[in-house]
């Protein structure tokens, strides 16, 4: 009983840090601020997303993980984290050309 409490509480922390992290790198990148650290750090957030989601079904549903299940659930929190990092980037870019735009129109 205590040790799945803990365990809960550890999943809800990395639960919190990585979607902090995540936020953190997708505003970078929303910003135009196109950083190869922030496209990975993106990746890894959300690969650790996708670990704590492992976890909290582990929690929840009281089937332990195996180790190729947490690794899949990983590899999709990191595809998916990619796949947001390129779609951030799209509309920083497109943030970054109005922007200059309008300071072409004010000079």
Do not use: D
Not at 85 to 99: D, N
Request: some cysteine; overall charge positive; hydrophobic content about 55%.
């Amino acid at each position: 009983m205590i040790t799945t409490t803990a365990t809960a509480v550890g999943i809800l922390l990395l639960l919190l840090f990585a979607a902090a992290y995540a936020e953190s790198n997708a505003r970078t990148l929303r910003r135009g601020s196109a950083r190869f650290a922030a496209t990975v750090g993106l990746a890894i957030s959300t690969g650790l997303l996708g670990i704590a989601a492992a976890g909290a079904a582990w929690v929840l549903f009281g089937r332990e993980l195996t180790l190729p299940g947490v690794i899949v659930c990983a590899a999709g929190g990191v595809a998916a984290g990619l796949a947001l990092a390129v779609g951030c980037r799209r509309v920083g870019k497109r943030y970054r050309y109005l922007r200059v735009q309008l300071l072409r129109e004010r000079a």
